[in-house]
């Protein structure tokens, strides 16, 4: 789609911070599937939730990258 681009390069374990949290009271949910749509696990409840990417990248505060987190 031309004009379509990304803010966010999402992979797979990365922690992403959302702007509004989860009724546990979870803000941070750890990406487990990264595409058209993405599947994401919250970090307070492990509950798991889709999402499509337009939608998340809207959603998104913050990305914790899991690479960040090794070094």
């Given at each position: 789609?031309?004009?379509k681009?990304?803010?966010?390069?999402?992979?797979?374990?990365?922690?992403?911070?959302?702007?509004?949290?989860?009724?546990?009271?979870?803000?941070?949910?750890?990406?487990?599937?990264?595409?058209?749509?993405c599947?994401?696990?919250?970090?307070?409840?492990?509950?798991?939730?889709?999402?499509?990417?337009?939608?998340?990248?809207?959603?998104?505060?913050?990305?914790?990258?899991?690479?960040?987190?090794?070094?």
């Amino acid at each position: 789609m031309p004009g379509k681009f990304f803010l966010y390069k999402y992979e797979v374990g990365d922690v992403v911070r959302m702007k509004k949290k989860h009724p546990c009271g979870s803000f941070e949910w750890t990406l487990t599937r990264v595409g058209a749509e993405c599947k994401m696990t919250c970090n307070g409840c492990g509950r798991l939730a889709v999402m499509d990417r337009p939608t998340l990248e809207k959603s998104t505060v913050e990305v914790k990258r899991k690479s960040d987190d090794l070094d």
